[in-house]
């Protein structure tokens, strides 16, 4: 427990050095377990959650307190399932397909933890032999044209490293994001912090301000 309190108390550290936290121009609020704003959230806004597992504390939280229509996406087997087994609000629309910069499919390795439903499209051990499921995933320009959406007010990203390669194709796009919630594993194999704050810095370009930082260091919310 220490060591993990040293290394949070590191990386949040390191963040600060970095300037990642932009000064206050919005009031934060928890709303489930992710931290954002809430102004201008209503029953019209739209909101994209990708990356459900077996975790919709967020999802439920958003249709309960805004009464907002709720599109959920996750490609992996685990997840479906899981989504299935739950009675869910009509609000809470599931798309079992994930985020990605092209149409088609990708290999999702099993989690650590058995039971988990946090498949990764990265391999987190070279030791773990087990073999990938594949998932479809789509370009967000892809999904908003097939929901016949013009805008998303709100877009969760927990996608246990996928964040990478999608979030630079989701910038360049062109579709409006009122606000970004992300999750950035720059923690996983293969991936460090310089490139967790060199994606934070095409968020920023793009005119988003970060206005939260986890007190672990990996979520992160930015408002345009």
Request: aromatic share 8%; with cysteine; glycine share 8%.
């Amino acid at each position: 427990m220490v060591f993990k309190l040293l290394k949070q108390s590191l990386r949040q550290r390191r963040l600060r050095q970095a300037r990642v936290l932009d000064a206050a121009s919005h009031r934060v609020t928890k709303v489930g377990d992710w931290a954002m704003s809430t102004e201008g959230i209503s029953p019209a806004s739209i909101v994209y959650s990708f990356g459900v597992g077996d975790n919709v504390a967020w999802d439920l939280a958003m249709i309960q307190q805004f009464g907002c229509t709720l599109h959920a996406f996750d490609p992996t087997p685990a997840s479906v399932a899981w989504v299935q087994s739950q009675s869910l609000p009509p609000e809470f629309i599931f798309h079992d397909v994930g985020i990605a910069d092209f149409d088609g499919e990708i290999p999702f390795y099993p989690p650590r933890r058995p039971g988990s439903t946090h498949f990764s499209p990265i391999r987190r051990s070279l030791l773990d032999r087990r073999p990938p499921v594949l998932g479809q995933v789509r370009r967000l320009t892809t999904i908003v044209r097939s929901l016949g959406h013009e805008r998303i007010d709100v877009l969760k990203l927990d996608v246990e490293g996928s964040e990478f390669e999608a979030l630079p194709d989701i910038l360049a796009c062109g579709i409006q994001i009122g606000q970004l919630l992300v999750e950035i594993h720059y923690h996983f194999r293969g991936r460090s912090l310089r490139q967790g704050l060199a994606l934070i810095d095409r968020i920023k370009a793009r005119g988003m301000r970060c206005i939260h930082v986890s007190p672990r260091g990996f979520e992160f919310t930015f408002v345009k």
